[in-house]
């Protein structure tokens, strides 16, 4: 039974540079959210798919960051012209959602990837 | 972003003795969960409730959803060392039009002396 996977577990780059991260969610789930996380904080939520569909932004995702999950499985995270404010731990998590109105939906996390932009 | 207010921010205890920690909202949330983090790892799921007044075990741990939808609690008893770490809640609501999305806590740091 394999969890969340993200790759990679740290990036070091220099400001200006672009970055893409990925994540395997859990094979049978249709959910996949992207969160950010920085030293002392909780994760902020960035946004979410649902299959192959983006359907929240966080007005935290400015434009120069892009997510896609183009077959409904894997997701990228892709931010450009990093910023030193982008350094942060980016969590992904993966859920299972089935349609109806009583939902018992559980979040699981991969172990992230942590993010220096110097 | 939108952050839930925990409570304590962090806490030192002996090994043995009993923690209490809660989470509060203004909003109604129809869902809460409980994680712990590690350091340089990503949060893992320690309990989920999913109905007001729901009270849930995992092992030493227990959490309560509140009558209110609007807070939550967990108890750890008898701590030991390993569980050191920063406790999370979150929760997700149906009441807000259109997301689905989970709000997590400020987080409680937790530190076991031996």
């Known amino acids: 039974d394999t969890g969340v996977s993200q790759d990679p577990r740290h990036k070091i780059t220099k400001r200006g540079q672009n970055v893409t991260f990925r994540c395997d969610p859990i094979s049978e789930h249709n959910r996949l959210y992207w969160y950010r996380q920085t030293l002392g904080q909780g994760p902020e939520f960035l946004t979410y798919?649902?299959?192959?569909?983006?359907?929240?932004k966080s007005r935290l995702l400015s434009d120069r960051f892009s997510a896609e999950r183009p077959k409904g499985s894997f997701s990228t995270l892709e931010i450009q012209r990093t910023e030193q404010g982008d350094s942060a731990m980016y969590l992904c998590a993966s859920s299972f959602r089935s349609l109806g109105e009583r939902q018992n939906e559980k979040l699981f996390f991969g172990s992230g990837t942590q993010l220096s932009v110097l | 972003g939108q952050q839930l207010n925990q409570s304590p921010q962090s806490m030192f205890i002996q090994e043995g003795e009993d923690v209490s920690m809660n989470c509060t909202s203004s909003s109604i949330f129809n869902t809460w969960l409980w994680y712990k983090q590690d350091p340089g790892e990503g949060p893992v799921l320690l309990i989920a409730?999913?109905?007001?007044?729901e009270l849930t075990s995992n092992g030493r741990l227990t959490a309560q959803f509140g009558i209110t939808r609007k807070d939550s609690f967990l108890n750890i008893s008898a701590s030991i060392p390993s569980d050191v770490g920063i406790y999370f809640c979150a929760g997700q609501s149906i009441f807000i039009s259109g997301t689905y999305k989970y709000i997590f806590g400020t987080g409680t740091r937790l530190k076991v002396l031996a």
């Open positions: 409730l999913y109905k007001a007044g």
């Open positions: 798919f649902q299959n192959e569909a983006q359907l929240e």
